[in-house]
């Protein structure tokens, strides 16, 4: 029987099953774990400010818009919202495996955003409010996801599926625009 070819790379089964009984209170966090904890717990707090914040201002939004087309924009605001609120989950879980402690206090909660969260007006102004803060955070994330690279790839992912999200935010609120003012602002 031929011998199968060593993967130098990998841990044998043994010392891994080792590891894994060791420090067993740290969770998911395991000896591997690349990137600085404090720092991505730090990092991830400012995303589910941000997601809270988003969350608000497009629940405001959809409860106050106005207008001939209102009920189908209220909707849009509302589906956002509902979507702005998983992300905010799915990073407040990401935190909590890393050890940290989700930081959902109101308090301080714009200072900890990344995006702002406007105020009412017309149906144009809203959906420019949402267009800018959904831009915002695409550049926030990108960043992010650069940061987290391969220290931190289950951060990375997370962030890379809301990031996607986020564009398809960013790319209804243009569509609205551009039906409400009749003019295409990308090339």
């Not at 690349?34 to 405001?60: F, H, P, S, W």
């Not at 589906?79 to 609120?85: D, G, I, L, Q």
């Not at 301080?108 to 009412?120: D, P």
């Not at 831009?135 to 650069?146: A, D």
Request: with cysteine; glycine share 6%; aromatic share 6%.
């Amino acid at each position: 029987m031929a011998k199968a070819p060593e993967n130098t790379f990998l841990t044998d089964v043994q010392t891994l099953r080792e590891r894994a009984r060791k420090s067993i209170e740290q969770g998911a966090l395991t000896p591997a774990y690349q990137g600085n904890v404090k720092t991505a717990i730090d990092l991830l707090q400012t995303v589910v400010a941000t997601e809270l914040v988003c969350v608000l201002r497009y629940t405001m939004h959809s409860i106050s818009v106005e207008g001939i087309t209102s009920e189908s924009v209220a909707a849009e605001f509302a589906t956002h919202a509902k979507e702005e609120r998983a992300h905010m989950m799915w990073a407040a879980e990401r935190i909590d495996q890393l050890g940290g402690i989700p930081d959902l206090s109101p308090e301080g909660l714009a200072t900890r955003s990344a995006s702002e969260y406007g105020q009412g007006g017309n149906l144009v102004e809203m959906v420019r409010q949402n267009l800018v803060a959904e831009r915002l955070v695409i550049e926030h994330y990108r960043e992010l996801i650069r940061y987290f690279a391969d220290h931190d790839p289950t951060t990375r992912i997370m962030l890379e599926k809301i990031l996607a999200e986020e564009e398809e935010h960013a790319t209804d609120m243009h569509d609205l625009l551009v039906a409400h003012e009749g003019k295409p602002f990308l090339s």
